[in-house]
Nanobody, 115 residues
Framework: QVQLVESGGGLVQAGGSLRVSCAAS????????MGWYRQAPGKEREWVAR???????YYVDSMKGRFTISRDNAKNTVYLQMNSLKPEDTAVYYC?????????WGQGTQVTVSS
């Protein structure tokens, strides 16, 4: 079992920056990829970015250059640095961890970008 706890969400003005974090606990030795999804009001959950255990990163095209995912294996934490935020980035951001083909989810953290 893996437990994930996100933090760092909040309210920010358009053009600003925010970093959300996701701390993993439990069977952390078995975690492969970690990443982020987000879900805006009235929309389906969409994938944002992921990082492999070796540090290779992948992003949805629309967020390349604005979002950066990173991982601190010593702290069992994955981060999502979000820059140049837009009102359409407003969503609940969910962290996930992949373990042997199964996904574990955090509870989500709200990010609100005001115009």
């Amino acid at each position: 079992q893996v437990q994930l706890v996100e933090s760092g969400g909040g309210l920010v003005q358009a053009g600003g920056s925010l970093r959300v974090s996701c701390a993993a606990s439990g069977s952390i030795f078995s975690i492969n990829d970690m990443g982020w999804y987000r879900q805006a009001p009235g929309k389906e959950r969409e994938w944002v970015a992921r990082i492999t255990s070796g540090g290779t990163t992948y992003y949805v095209d629309s967020m390349k250059g604005r979002f950066t995912i990173s991982r601190d294996n010593a702290k069992n934490t994955v981060y999502l640095q979000m820059n140049s935020l837009k009102p359409e980035d407003t969503a609940v951001y969910y962290c996930y961890a992949a373990v042997k083909g199964k996904l574990y989810w955090g509870q989500g953290t709200q990010v609100t970008v005001s115009s």
